[in-house]
């Protein structure tokens, strides 16, 4: 079974524009969540999906949206980037309804802003 | 708001020696604490979880308690190998919510 797929990689933008990282969960898992990685802040919560509805968002500004497929892949955007959004972006999938069950991550995106 | 606070940041044991990390949560409903493993340049993995109706379990070498009274639960390795060099991120997850709030990580190393 594929394992949770996040494109592009790397990629690198500068202040002002905008960026879309997309996600495709392991097959049969619909719920999708998203975070952000930064040295010393740990993992923070940017939203989570299921079967295309958003069921919780972090504290993040409204420059960062996310949305569901109904193939349950999704994508995150965020606007009008700045420096502090640098950061490695994981988007994470489970198989289970509820949120109590094992997050299978991706691999990351890590986004540069210059 | 919910947070969750890990110590150390940084934990360096002799190998063979055992390792402990702290947590603690501040949402009283919290009822799920996993544990993730993140080697250097790879993605988070579930090493071992504990839910609120348990006080302790354990997996070979790895083990976790919960003191739900104290809001506090801990991660602790023993006979540490080069292998378990890692950063691990406790979470806090309360049913209803779908989100996890994860701790700040530590970085642990084991020295051979």
């Known amino acids: 079974k594929a394992g949770v797929t996040q494109t592009p990689r790397y990629l690198i933008k500068t202040r002002g524009q905008q960026v879309t990282l997309s996600c495709s969960p392991i097959?049969?898992?619909?719920?999708v969540s998203w975070y952000q990685q930064t040295p010393g802040q740990g993992l923070q919560f940017l939203f989570e999906?299921?079967?295309?509805?958003?069921?919780n968002k972090g504290n993040f500004p409204g420059r960062f949206s996310g949305r569901q497929f109904s193939n349950s892949r999704s994508e995150m955007n965020v606007s009008t980037l700045e420096l502090g959004d640098s950061a490695l972006y994981l988007c994470?999938?489970?198989?289970?309804?509820?949120?109590?069950?094992?997050?299978?991550f991706g691999e990351g995106s890590r986004l540069t802003v210059l | 708001g919910e947070n969750v606070e890990q110590h150390p940041s940084t934990l360096s044991v002799q190998e063979g020696d055992s390792a402990v990390i702290k947590c603690t949560y501040s949402?009283?409903?919290?009822?799920?604490f996993p544990w993730y493993k993140q080697e250097l340049g790879k993605r988070p993995q579930l090493i071992i979880d504990?839910?609120?109706?348990?006080g302790e379990k354990k997996d070979q070498r790895i083990a976790v308690t919960l003191n739900k009274t104290a809001k506090h639960f801990s991660l602790h390795i023993t006979e540490t190998q080069p292998e378990d060099s890692a950063v691990y991120f406790c979470?806090?997850?309360?049913?209803?919510?779908?989100?996890?709030?994860f701790g700040t990580g530590t970085r642990l190393k084991v020295l051979a």
């Open positions: 979470a806090a997850v309360t049913s209803g919510t779908y989100k996890y709030i």
């Open positions: 504990i839910r609120s109706n348990v």
């Open positions: 994470a999938s489970s198989f289970t309804f509820e949120s109590t069950g094992e997050l299978f």
């Open positions: 999906y299921f079967s295309e509805t958003q069921r």
């Open positions: 097959s049969g898992h619909r719920s």
């Open positions: 949402d009283s409903a919290s009822n799920y």
